[in-house]
């Protein structure tokens, strides 16, 4: 079973607007860790943001957000104000607690990729 | 100074020839990983060391070997080379233990075989 669904293969969105990257997530281990990257054209991975399952509040760096929805395993990025760089590929990842097992590797998506139009 | 580098940044062979890609980190980093994204951008992990030892081997063909000399390096070679092994592949970073922590990633290898 997938373990992260980015359910958006591509987005566009108008310059300056605020756009959201939907992720949902599957895990019964109440320790877990959610991650969001920015690939753009050029190769390299790039790390945004960070969530943890515990954390009160969601997470915001600069222009971007993440609009955690726990009860509904939800992870969704918000980028508000869009500029013509932000124009890349977005995965989402988790990485799940000791309880899992599993060595506590990132576990990722299939990615959305975003256009930004001028 | 560039925290996790990967060498070379391109490389296109034949198939059939042995190939490694070189990985290294600056940031005292207990735990390394390879990763190959295919031509579908998908993500996914090959290998995982932490302080020189084998920690996750993800049903990755035996032609496949990694190596890590010391905890800074983990290095990747490829035998008996196949198309299906064109991809980039990405070596990675992190420390052991803390869940918040991201990992740091190379600029990546474009391996095409020929």
């Known amino acids: 079973a997938q373990k992260i669904t980015q359910t958006q293969p591509g987005m566009f969105v108008q310059e300056k607007e605020a756009v959201t990257l939907d992720c949902t997530y599957d895990t019964s281990d109440p320790s877990y860790g959610l991650f969001w990257y920015k690939q753009p054209s050029s190769g390299e991975m790039i790390f945004l943001i960070y969530q943890g399952s515990y954390d009160q509040q969601n997470a915001t760096e600069g222009r971007y957000s993440l609009n955690f929805q726990k009860a509904r395993k939800s992870a969704n990025l918000v980028i508000s104000a869009s500029q013509l760089g932000d124009s890349a590929m977005y995965f989402c990842?988790?990485?799940?607690?000791?309880?899992?097992?599993?060595?506590?590797?990132?576990?990722w998506g299939l990615g959305t990729s975003l256009a930004v139009n001028p | 100074d560039t925290a996790v580098s990967q060498t070379p940044k391109y490389l296109v062979t034949q198939m059939g020839n042995d190939k490694s890609i070189k990985c290294e980190q600056n940031l005292g980093h207990d735990t390394m990983y390879w990763y190959k994204q295919d031509s579908k951008k998908f993500l996914k992990i090959m290998f995982s060391?932490?302080?020189?030892?084998?920690?996750i081997n993800e049903t990755v063909p035996n032609r496949f070997s990694p190596k890590s000399p010391d905890k800074a390096h983990l290095n990747l070679h490829i035998n008996s080379l196949e198309l299906g092994d064109s991809a980039v592949y990405f070596c990675a970073s992190s420390p052991t233990g803390r869940m918040n922590t991201e990992a740091f990633f190379g600029q990546g290898t474009r391996l095409t075989v020929v």
């Open positions: 990842a988790m990485r799940e607690g000791p309880n899992a097992g599993n060595n506590r590797k990132l576990i």
């Open positions: 060391y932490n302080n020189k030892e084998l920690i």
